[in-house]
């Protein structure tokens, strides 16, 4: 089956940093993927997406970089603010599970 | 801009009792989604309906019943509560037609649902 997964559980960055979470996916068949933000409390968030005809994606001080070779995901947020502190998870294709995702901490 | 709206936000359920979660979206999408996330896990799909008049099982559909109302509504029914349902339950909608993949685009805030 598909899956997809996330390299790191945790990540704490210094507020005005630049974050990087990553993820890997299994289906090389894949041609959508999405970035969430999941909140403590809320639902999750659409953040940005991508198409598999794309290597790169920019948004609001987010981007999105896709290596379709090694099927891995990336998000970039520049200059980390508090109000990123969150959950940050990936999904492609039919996503019947979602990965637990990265925990994003911004340490003022 | 209300997006995904679901009702209620909390529910407090004995053991057998039914209910049913609502769930209504404005975007006029064609998909919607029903997930549970439990402590310390991630989302699973519980649900969902590709567009009006179609639904199909998930990954965990047993103990749950599903009804597509109309392009908007989406609800959730669970005839006989169990402990073990007790979940946070989101509803989602996403624009994407049916075989290019289903993926939520957009959730609600969830129903915390305890089942005694």
């Known amino acids: 089956g598909e899956s997809v997964g996330l390299h790191l559980p945790t990540l704490s960055v210094q507020e005005g940093d630049n974050s990087i979470i990553n993820c890997a996916y299994s289906?090389?068949?894949?041609?959508?993927f999405i970035w969430y933000k999941q909140e403590s409390g809320k639902g999750p968030q659409f953040i940005i997406d991508?198409?598999?005809?794309?290597d790169k994606r920019q948004g609001q001080r987010v981007t999105v970089l896709l290596n379709k070779t090694v099927k891995h995901l990336s998000l970039q947020i520049a200059a980390t603010q508090p109000g990123d502190s969150a959950v940050y998870f990936c999904?492609?294709?039919?996503?019947?599970?979602f990965g637990t995702g990265t925990s994003l901490t911004v340490i003022p | 801009n209300a997006g995904v709206t679901q009702t209620p936000k909390f529910q407090v359920l004995k053991t057998g009792q039914s209910m049913t979660l609502q769930c209504a979206q404005d975007?006029?999408?064609?998909?919607m989604y029903w997930y549970r996330q439990d402590p310390g896990m991630g989302l699973r799909l519980i649900y969902y309906?590709?567009?009006?008049?179609?639904?199909d099982k998930g990954e965990v559909p047993n103990g749950y019943n599903v009804s597509r109302l109309n392009k908007r509504e989406f609800s959730l029914r669970l005839e006989s509560a169990a402990p073990s349902q007790t979940s946070v339950y989101f509803c989602?909608?996403?624009?994407?037609?049916?075989?290019?993949?289903?993926?939520?685009?957009?959730f609600g805030d969830g129903t915390r649902l305890s089942i005694l």
């Open positions: 989602a909608s996403s624009e994407l037609a049916a075989g290019t993949g289903f993926l939520p685009q957009h």
């Open positions: 289906n090389s068949a894949s041609d959508y």
């Open positions: 991508i198409r598999s005809n794309m």
């Open positions: 999904g492609t294709g039919n996503q019947f599970y």
């Open positions: 975007m006029n999408h064609n998909s």
């Open positions: 309906s590709a567009s009006e008049g179609t639904t």
